[in-house]
């Protein structure tokens, strides 16, 4: 069963859409984005979260990995998402020792596929997220990447671990993601927004609707 993650969120009517509509994460970000929120913010974001299974990510760029921690602690987050330059060796299991969360590691894809450098040292993460390069952004561009082009890499970099897709995902292309990569979690962010950090309910109704359909019909009972 293919998962959703909405990320950027900055507003509780929009973490609380996601829980109705069936999501299995939500996403604040805490690095420079149009969308970044406090981590006090981020925490009571997810305080609309309380009696779910839904569980928070925060999402963070080139920050020291103490300020990460101290971020993430005041945050309360079950995930933490590392783009950026934080991603060194013993980075994740550093995390997980210091906050007792999963560790999701970006990987960025530009035009000639995924670079010996961004895969780097992914062994110690749980989920290796694959989203597109962008020099302006670490992510949130809504723009996609050659799904059929990495999913020989793809192969190689999901071993053990859980494969998140993001990268300009939508209603309209999801399924052509989930299709050519297996992803067990799509991750989307602008894609369903009216305006930066401002989601929309339909377009995140419209957004699940696509991913149900490609999940196998549960058992008859």
């Known amino acids: 069963m293919v998962e959703v993650k909405f990320c950027g969120m900055t507003r509780e009517e929009d973490v609380r859409e996601a829980v109705r509509l069936g999501a299995a994460f939500v996403g604040a970000i805490l690095t420079e984005s149009p969308r970044r929120v406090?981590?006090?913010?981020a925490?009571?974001?997810f305080a609309a979260l309380e009696g779910t299974m839904v569980q928070s990510v925060c999402v963070f760029g080139d920050?020291?990995?103490?300020d990460?921690?101290?971020?993430?602690?005041?945050a309360g987050c079950h995930i933490v998402q590392l783009h950026g330059g934080v991603n060194g060796p013993g980075t994740a299991e550093r995390l997980r020792k210091a906050l007792d969360v999963d560790v999701w590691q970006v990987v960025r894809v530009g035009p000639q596929g995924i670079s010996r450098e961004e895969t780097g040292d992914r062994n110690g993460a749980d989920g290796v997220l694959l989203d597109t390069l962008a020099?302006?952004?670490?992510?949130g561009?809504?723009?996609t990447f050659d799904w059929t082009a990495v999913a020989g890499d793809v192969r190689d970099l999901r071993f053990g671990r859980r494969l998140i897709v993001a990268g300009g995902l939508r209603p309209e292309n999801v399924r052509g993601a989930i299709d050519r990569l297996a992803p067990d979690i799509v991750d989307v962010s602008s894609g369903v927004e009216s305006s930066p950090g401002v989601k929309d309910r339909q377009r995140m109704a419209d957004f699940m609707a696509a991913v149900r359909q490609t999940n196998p019909e549960p058992p008859v009972q």
Do not use: Y
């Not at 406090?38 to 913010?41: F, I």
């Not at 990460?68 to 005041?74: C, G, I, N, T």
């Open 68 to 74: 990460v921690v101290d971020a993430a602690r005041l």
């Open 63 to 66: 920050e020291p990995l103490d």
């Open 135 to 139: 020099l302006s952004a670490l992510g």
């Open 141 to 143: 561009t809504g723009v």
């Open 38 to 41: 406090s981590a006090e913010r």
């Open 43 to 45: 925490r009571s974001l």
